[in-house]
């Protein structure tokens, strides 16, 4: 048996399999001396890897592109998408897709190198990552894992023994990305651009069998997709707003079908509520900022929707009118699993009229005192109501009887009202000065003990324990914090 098998590695490749059209074969570029600095053991164990074999030499030389598993065919995935409104051609420019890991449960995980080198969509681009940006994605994505959003996994962090010039020279480094696929909007938009009808319907029928085998045999199984992506991305967004998480790059080509949250960019959680807040260096226009994001998602969903016009109905006029009915129910679909989620976080169980205008309230209340998002429902949580001037007001006094009156209006007792605030309120989120201490920590210092202190805090988000109380803290600075699309 050879030293790939006895690591557990189990390769499908069925994307390698699709028309050619569809993606670039092709190898990543070995790197000098590659040194394995973080393996996420819980997530190895779960894909069926043995843990001490990858921490060794030869499982870096994998999580590095220099090795290529038994079984593996490496490429590069093509895709387009709208970036900032404007289409443009696009495709893995620094990523090659090893195969599909088969998992002892049978489940079919994408097994991706990030920042293994240039492929043919590179676009002038060295292909490579620093990392400081590989560790980001690491921190965020896990954490997201934890608070029950879907997500794409980060599996290792390799460093390359190599410089890789940004604005200053930065050590490199290559991410290791599980993700139930690498499917996106972008993904559609570039078949139905390039290859037509025919390659469009084998993609469709790629994504169904792959992703919703349970709507094969419907009777018009490419509106039943449409309706399982909305629904998916429905849910998935509210999730993000639930928490303040702020993706950054919304574009189409960062829209997973799967309804995973893919591409840990430009991303931050909001400290300060405002509905306004933008964390990219690029989003000047606040496109993307934390309000708009629902916004973004239809008109994404509506993107996707036009690639399957021509599946949807033989008539041009009814295939549109179709694909208009379904984006057009999102934002309720969307705002549904919204107001569920706040409730939720308000330890609310039914359903009354008046809901959501004390809910509105609340986020008022929070957006005019600049108040915490996340600590805010967390003391409300633990009702410990000390230390947010906030909790000072006559306003919030007023809405605290309202919010009394509303808890007693229902069935469930006071205990389980606490407990479902429990399950949906985080007590820690990644704060954005704690992920840069611990990148500033591992870039500069290799020391990676703040990094992995972290992620075990954050790896319990609803524990409330004690240990938690200090990454709960924010900065007296009031400078904006800013991210970049450094990954």
Same mark, same amino acid.
């Given at each position: 048996?050879?030293?790939?098998?006895?690591?557990?590695?189990?390769?499908?490749?069925?994307?390698?399999?699709?028309?050619?059209?569809?993606?670039?074969?092709?190898?990543?570029?070995?790197?000098?001396?590659?040194?394995?600095?973080?393996?996420?053991?819980?997530?190895?164990?779960?894909?069926?890897?043995?843990?001490?074999?990858?921490?060794?030499?030869?499982?870096?030389?994998?999580?590095?592109?220099?090795?290529?598993?038994?079984?593996?065919?490496?490429?590069?995935?093509?895709?387009?998408?709208?970036?900032?409104?404007?289409?443009?051609?696009?495709?893995?420019?620094?990523?090659?897709?090893?195969?599909?890991?088969?998992?002892?449960?049978?489940?079919?995980?994408?097994?991706?190198?990030?920042?293994?080198?240039?492929?043919?969509?590179?676009?002038?681009?060295?292909?490579?990552?620093?990392?400081?940006?590989?560790?980001?994605?690491?921190?965020?994505?896990?954490?997201?894992?934890?608070?029950?959003?879907?997500?794409?996994?980060?599996?290792?962090?390799?460093?390359?023994?190599?410089?890789?010039?940004?604005?200053?020279?930065?050590?490199?480094?290559?991410?290791?990305?599980?993700?139930?696929?690498?499917?996106?909007?972008?993904?559609?938009?570039?078949?139905?651009?390039?290859?037509?009808?025919?390659?469009?319907?084998?993609?469709?029928?790629?994504?169904?069998?792959?992703?919703?085998?349970?709507?094969?045999?419907?009777?018009?199984?490419? =509106?039943?997709? @449409?309706?399982?992506?909305?629904?998916? /991305? *429905?849910?998935? #967004? %509210?999730?993000?707003?639930?928490? &303040? $998480?702020?993706?950054?790059?919304?574009?189409?080509?960062?829209?997973?079908?799967?309804?995973?949250?893919?591409?840990?960019?430009?991303?931050?959680?909001?400290?300060?509520?405002?509905?306004?807040?933008?964390?990219?260096?690029?989003?000047?226009?606040?496109?993307?900022?934390?309000?708009?994001?629902?916004?973004?998602?239809?008109?994404?969903?509506?993107?996707?929707?036009?690639? =399957?016009?021509? @599946?949807?109905?033989?008539?041009?006029? /009814? *295939?549109?009118? #179709? %694909?208009?009915?379904?984006?057009? &129910? $999102?934002?309720?679909?969307?705002?549904?699993?919204?107001?569920?989620?706040?409730?939720?976080?308000?330890?609310?169980?039914?359903?009354?009229?008046?809901?959501?205008?004390?809910?509105?309230?609340?986020?008022?209340?929070?957006?005019?005192?600049?108040?915490?998002?996340?600590?805010?429902?967390?003391?409300?949580?633990?009702?410990?109501?000390?230390?947010?001037?906030?909790?000072?007001?006559?306003?919030?006094?007023?809405?605290?009887?309202?919010?009394?009156?509303?808890?007693?209006?229902?069935?469930?007792?006071?205990?389980?009202?606490?407990?479902?605030?429990?399950?949906?309120?985080?007590?820690?989120?990644?704060?954005?000065?704690?992920?840069?201490?611990?990148?500033?920590?591992?870039?500069?210092?290799?020391?990676?003990?703040?990094?992995?202190?972290?992620?075990?805090?954050?790896?319990?988000?609803?524990?409330?324990?004690?240990?938690?109380?200090?990454?709960?803290?924010?900065?007296?600075?009031?400078?904006?914090?800013?991210?970049?699309?450094?990954?």
């Amino acid at each position: 048996m050879s030293k790939y098998n006895q690591t557990g590695w189990n390769f499908d490749n069925s994307y390698a399999q699709l028309p050619n059209l569809f993606y670039t074969s092709i190898s990543p570029t070995p790197v000098h001396s590659p040194k394995l600095v973080i393996l996420n053991e819980q997530l190895a164990e779960s894909l069926g890897l043995n843990v001490g074999a990858l921490q060794s030499g030869e499982g870096a030389a994998v999580f590095a592109g220099n090795s290529i598993p038994a079984g593996a065919e490496p490429l590069a995935q093509a895709y387009a998408g709208h970036q900032f409104g404007h289409f443009t051609m696009l495709g893995d420019g620094r990523a090659v897709l090893l195969g599909e890991q088969i998992t002892p449960q049978g489940d079919r995980m994408d097994i991706q190198l990030k920042g293994s080198g240039k492929t043919p969509y590179s676009r002038g681009g060295d292909g490579r990552a620093t990392l400081g940006p590989m560790l980001r994605e690491y921190i965020v994505s896990e954490a997201m894992h934890a608070l029950g959003i879907p997500t794409t996994r980060s599996l290792a962090v390799v460093t390359t023994g190599e410089l890789i010039w940004r604005e200053t020279k930065l050590p490199g480094a290559i991410l290791t990305r599980v993700a139930a696929s690498h499917l996106r909007v972008g993904t559609f938009e570039y078949v139905v651009r390039w290859g037509g009808v025919d390659k469009l319907q084998i993609l469709a029928d790629y994504t169904i069998k792959r992703h919703f085998p349970e709507i094969a045999d419907d009777e018009n199984k490419y =509106l039943s997709l @449409l309706q399982e992506v909305i629904n998916r /991305q *429905a849910e998935l #967004i %509210a999730k993000w707003q639930l928490v &303040g $998480f702020i993706h950054g790059v919304m574009n189409t080509d960062n829209m997973a079908i799967s309804g995973e949250t893919i591409d840990y960019g430009p991303c931050a959680f909001m400290d300060v509520y405002d509905p306004d807040t933008v964390f990219s260096s690029i989003d000047t226009q606040g496109r993307y900022a934390y309000q708009n994001q629902p916004i973004i998602g239809g008109w994404n969903l509506a993107r996707f929707a036009e690639t =399957l016009l021509p @599946l949807l109905h033989e008539e041009p006029e /009814q *295939a549109v009118k #179709i %694909a208009q009915e379904e984006v057009s &129910g $999102f934002s309720e679909l969307f705002h549904s699993h919204w107001l569920t989620g706040m409730r939720a976080k308000l330890g609310i169980f039914n359903d009354e009229p008046q809901d959501e205008n004390l809910i509105t309230d609340l986020l008022d209340l929070m957006k005019d005192h600049r108040a915490d998002y996340t600590n805010t429902f967390r003391a409300l949580t633990m009702n410990r109501l000390e230390g947010m001037d906030l909790f000072k007001t006559e306003r919030f006094t007023q809405w605290q009887k309202r919010w009394r009156d509303r808890m007693e209006r229902q069935q469930e007792s006071t205990a389980s009202s606490q407990e479902l605030m429990r399950k949906s309120n985080p007590s820690v989120i990644p704060r954005n000065h704690r992920v840069e201490e611990a990148l500033e920590a591992a870039v500069e210092k290799e020391d990676y003990s703040v990094l992995e202190r972290l992620h075990n805090i954050l790896s319990t988000p609803y524990a409330y324990t004690e240990e938690q109380a200090e990454y709960c803290t924010v900065p007296a600075s009031t400078a904006p914090y800013v991210t970049y699309c450094g990954t």
